[in-house]
């Protein structure tokens, strides 16, 4: 036996050197063409595929799995994991509260003009958001108070509707006060906060009207406000009344006397219900009745404001 080299040489092998020349052939490990079909754990069933001049791969059968290949195909599509969703459904009376108060506002209806049957639709809506669902900020505890005061200050809050937007008992007007339905007719309330140091803060409460009256726009109350975190009244919104203006003929600040507004008199806001867009207050009239106001913030009003 001899061995030919590339430039036509020979080498002679005796016999002991054949047979070690054979043994050496036999250990080396078997060399797989790139184009071959790939060599995989038997747990895995290997078809060659037809290969082109752009792809040497192969197509691969994973057994058991119930993928018929690598490539996608809407019969080899990996199942569809069920996962269940934890977000529990929103409240029928809250949502049908926030689209008709979001249509309110959009559409300017004043609190005075809204139908008998209307008022009373809203109040079963309010009082079922206050029985059936915790309130998302928690104004009682002092974390809430503190996103509280942050969600409110440098925003317009309107009041949109009260349930108590046609009764007037228990309403003592020797002291000033004014109930919803007894607003000056083309009038809305709007409370202008300002901003917070700690948990106090000021406040502009607007008398705001729809159209001129006698030539009058607004009236203003300035006022100093505060949130309560005390143990007894915990979350407590309070403003006090300090200088009372008005807009009359286009000219602002004008002082004006006794409107329904008394310098120096306290009022309070118990707020049950608050989300960042949604304020309600709880309130009782002398006679024990709960009343309950909604307000809800007024871009416009803010953006009308930062004009002035």
Known sequence: MEIRSVNGSSTPFNDHQQTAFILSLQSIPTRVSPRCTKIIPSTVITTASTVSSKDDTTTQLYAGSGFGSKSSSPSSSKPATNISNNKPKELFELQELSAQLETIKKQNILLQNLSKEKSEELSNYVKAVVDKTDSPIDVKTSFGTAKFVAQVENKSWRMIFSTDSSSTDGI?????????????????????????????????????????????????????????????????????????????????????????????????????????????????????????????????????????
């Open 172 to 308: 003592d007007k020797s002291k000033g006060d004014v109930a919803p339905g007894e607003l000056p007719y083309g009038s809305t309330v709007i409370l202008r906060i300002g901003e917070f140091m700690g948990t106090d803060g000021s406040l502009d409460y607007v008398l705001k009207f729809s159209k001129r009256v006698l030539g009058l726009n607004e009236l203003v109350a300035k006022s100093s406000c505060s949130v309560d975190i005390g143990p007894v009244n915990p979350g407590v919104f309070t403003f006090t009344y300090e200088d009372i203006k008005t807009n009359i003929f286009g000219v602002s600040n004008l002082p004006v006397g006794f409107f329904g507004l008394l310098k120096g008199r306290v009022n309070y806001i118990d707020t049950v219900w608050f989300d960042g867009e949604r304020w309600i207050e709880r309130n009782y009239l002398e006679n024990g009745d709960v009343i309950y106001s909604v307000y809800v913030r007024d871009t416009d009003d803010e953006k009308e404001y930062k004009k002035k």
